[in-house]
């Protein structure tokens, strides 16, 4: 399925964040979102994941609209996202993390729960840790509280989290920041894996002109909540408007 | 559970059981007194250590499963079918305890549960054909399943098995979606939204059953003691309960009995130092004190209470949960949101 965003707009009182954004990703594409600090990418990420309901627009999803729905119902709909910054889930393994990526498919209302009490949870430990942990190289912590891990290991975390839940459209707000250069490439690596294995459409949100140019099928870049550019990675990094607002040049 | 949760779990009734059984009326009394207080420390652990909604009206919860059951089984029921119909009682009551919940957070939560406990302080006094007012409801002992409980020694194994399968239900409960889903409301309910968990439905669960278990506390509590009396469930209580989930650690998994264990055991000892030395009222005057300062000092030094200590002592000690820094619940280290800031 393919998304189709379009005219979304969101105010905080005066500021309008984001500013008639409108971006189509296709299945199997990876595309970029790129833009200086505050223009607005995170709050498009939010807007599209149910978090934030914006003013206006459309994000039509093969035909639904997913403006308006709560991020747990999207999830259902195969609408995944992971975060910019990683919570520190006290008490919780990684397994555990994966679990909940994975129960979000379920609606669990009417003696579900009760079921699960019964349930022995090897089958899916076993499933979860083969086809998401190993790929993401977090097999060894698979049982180690999440607090007790490294920064870019939790993001690989939230990334589990995610991928548990068979997404359709992966939403990932700035996966590689403040990663080493290693976990970095193991992360984009990783995605593309994902975008090959599941064939989703993906908007990856990252300021690593690394990254994005050797991850991106396109890229899109934003400032000051509106599109300013999109294009592929070798036309964004010849355009002059973009190196100007965005690349720091003159 | 683990296999290691269940050995613990059974090991530690056996030890008490027999304790109670052999050692006299009084060891009988407190092994029930320590039974029946684990128990609520049990469902005030879910709600506050796992799930982070601070509530205050814990003890009014266990008052509701004591006149309960009392009323059942004064009407000739037996004591197991009224012990259930305690816990269910319980757990509507505690679903209206929790329903502010679903719309507030924290201390203004908190508050809310400080007025629901002064309601159903104010309900026991004046219900009267059901609660008997201030003089309290008499309850004649029951039998439980055949077996007529009518000494400490014979609640001992009724207050041990429930306490055994309420431990296990609720060690299986935090390693299912649900359990796991409590602990990251706990965290950030933005985060657990975030990641599609439903907080209200959530929230309302840990209410639901740690009510259950509050209401069959509290109808064991009545019991033991023949009676149901308004004064035996004030805040008093409900503050005694918060202090054992402190003492014995928020959140961790044998916190509830080491906390019960403590709260009811060091006053018992103070007191019979106090009368050897004949200086028991002013021993029993320091109690309060003493519990305020502890849960204070817990607070600040050690959230994780007495199971922390203890298994720093050992290290691989009986301290299972897996060792955080846990701050209070709800207050974690980052409190990420669902984006950036
Ligand atoms: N909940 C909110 N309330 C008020 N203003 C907000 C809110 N969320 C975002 N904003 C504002 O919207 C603008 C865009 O912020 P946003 O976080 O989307 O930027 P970003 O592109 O993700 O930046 P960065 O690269 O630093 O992550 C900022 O001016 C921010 O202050
Ligand atoms: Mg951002």
Not at chain 1, 23 to 46: C, H, M, Q, R, S
Not at chain 2, 192 to 200: F, L, R, T, Y
Request: hydrophobic share 50%.
């Amino acid at each position: 399925m393919a998304l189709t965003a379009s005219d979304v707009t969101i105010r905080f009182g005066g500021v309008v964040a984001v500013n008639r954004m409108a971006l189509d990703v296709l299945p199997g594409e990876i595309v970029g979102l790129i833009g200086p600090n505050g223009a607005g990418k995170t709050t498009f990420i939010n807007c599209l994941s149910g978090t934030y309901r914006p003013n206006a627009g459309s994000a039509l999803w093969g035909g639904d609209e997913l403006i308006g729905l709560s991020p747990s119902a999207l999830l259902r709909k195969g609408v995944a996202r992971t975060f910019q910054n990683v919570a520190s889930l006290h008490d919780l393994t990684v397994l555990d993390i994966a679990k909940l990526g994975a129960s979000v498919r379920r609606d669990r209302r009417f003696g579900g729960h009760l079921l699960d009490f019964f349930r022995s949870e090897r089958a899916l430990e076993a499933a979860l840790t083969e086809s998401i942990l190993a790929p993401l190289e977090l097999t060894d912590v698979a049982h180690k509280p999440i607090q007790t891990l490294s920064y870019g290991r939790r993001k690989a975390v939230d990334l589990a989290r995610a991928l548990a839940g068979d997404p359709q459209l992966l939403l990932l707000d700035e996966p590689v920041a403040g990663l080493t250069s290693h976990e970095g490439m193991a992360m984009a690596k990783a995605v593309r894996d994902v975008r090959d294995r599941l064939g989703c459409a993906v908007i990856m949100v990252e300021h690593k002109m690394d990254v994005v140019m050797s991850t991106c099928d396109r890229i899109a870049v934003m400032a000051a909540g509106s599109k300013i550019f999109e294009g592929l990675p070798a036309a964004v990094q010849a355009d002059a408007e973009v190196r100007r607002v965005y690349l720091g040049e003159p | 559970m683990s296999a290691r949760q269940l050995a613990i779990t059974v090991g530690v009734a056996v030890l008490m059981g027999v304790l109670g059984l052999a050692l006299g009326r009084y060891a009988a009394y407190l092994v029930n007194a320590v039974a029946i207080a684990a128990l609520g420390a049990l469902s005030l652990n879910l709600i506050i250590g796992y799930c982070g909604q601070i509530s205050f009206a814990q003890g009014a919860l266990l008052g509701v499963g004591a006149y309960t059951a009392g009323n059942l089984s004064n009407a000739g029921l037996d004591g197991a079918v009224a012990i259930l119909g305690g816990g269910l009682l319980g757990a509507a009551v505690s679903a209206l305890v929790g329903l502010p919940a679903m719309r507030l957070r924290g201390l203004y939560f908190a508050i809310a549960t400080l007025a629901a406990q002064a309601i159903l302080e104010y309900l026991f006094k004046i219900l009267d054909p059901l609660t008997n007012g201030v003089s309290g409801l008499v309850i004649t002992p029951p039998t439980i399943l055949g077996f007529p409980m009518n000494s400490d020694q014979s609640l001992v194994v009724p207050s041990l098995v429930i306490l055994v399968l309420a431990w296990l239900a609720v060690s299986r409960l935090m390693r299912t979606d649900l359990g796991r889903a409590f602990l990251v409301v706990r965290e950030s309910e933005i985060v657990a939204k975030g990641m599609g968990i439903d907080v209200s439905h959530a929230k309302m669960q840990a209410f639901l059953i740690g009510g259950f278990i509050a209401g069959v506390a509290g109808a064991l509590a009545g019991y033991a003691n023949r009676l149901a009396s308004p004064e035996a469930f004030t805040l008093d209580l409900s503050a005694d309960y918060i202090a054992m989930i402190i003492i014995g650690g928020l959140g961790t998994w044998p916190g509830p009995l080491i906390g019960a264990a403590f709260v009811v055991l060091l006053p018992e000892a103070i007191q019979r130092v106090g009368e050897a030395a004949g200086i028991s009222d002013i021993l029993s005057a320091l109690r309060e004190l003493a519990f305020g300062l502890l849960i204070i000092l817990f607070l600040i030094f050690e959230p994780r209470g007495l199971t922390a200590l203890l298994s720093r002592l050992r290290p691989r000690g009986i301290g299972a949960a897996p060792h955080g820094s846990v701050g209070a619940p709800g207050e974690s280290g980052q409190p990420q949101e669902g984006g950036s800031r």
